[in-house]
């Protein structure tokens, strides 16, 4: 049974950082592409970026150079590091793991099988 647990999301002044986090029980953590996606109200959820089993990371155009994913194999645990975030990255995110993907990290919501139950990200401006 895979459990994602997200964590760290909260209230931030624009240009300011967060780092989420994400948690994995519920599988070999390591053998999977892990990704993030967020869902501003009203609207479809968006990929972010992900990782996959070498470390290789894929970012949107919105958060490249802004956003970094990273994961701690031993920990089980993903983590997106947010920099110099903007009032439109205002939405819950979510993370997802991709029991089928191995090396190309998916961008579709489609790629994904077990999600989060999200953390709200909100950035003032």
């Known amino acids: 049974q895979v459990q994602l647990v997200e964590s760290g999301g909260g209230l931030v002044q624009a240009g300011g950082s967060l780092r989420l986090s994400c948690a994995d029980s519920?599988?070999?953590?390591?053998?999977?592409?892990m990704a993030w996606f967020l869902q501003a109200p009203g609207k479809e959820r968006e990929f972010v970026g992900g990782?996959?089993?070498?470390?290789?990371?894929y970012y949107a155009d919105s958060v490249k150079g802004r956003f970094n994913i990273s994961r701690d194999n031993a920990k089980n645990t993903v983590y997106l590091q947010m920099n110099s975030l903007k009032p439109e990255d205002t939405a819950v995110h979510y993370c997802?793991?991709?029991?089928?993907?191995?090396?190309?990290?998916?961008?579709?919501?489609?790629?994904?099988?077990?999600w989060g139950r999200g953390t709200q990200v909100t950035v003032s401006s």
């Open positions: 997802a793991v991709s029991s089928r993907l191995r090396g190309r990290i998916g961008g579709s919501v489609m790629d994904y099988d077990s």
């Open positions: 519920g599988r070999t953590f390591s053998s999977y592409v």
């Open positions: 990782i996959n089993l070498s470390g290789y990371t």
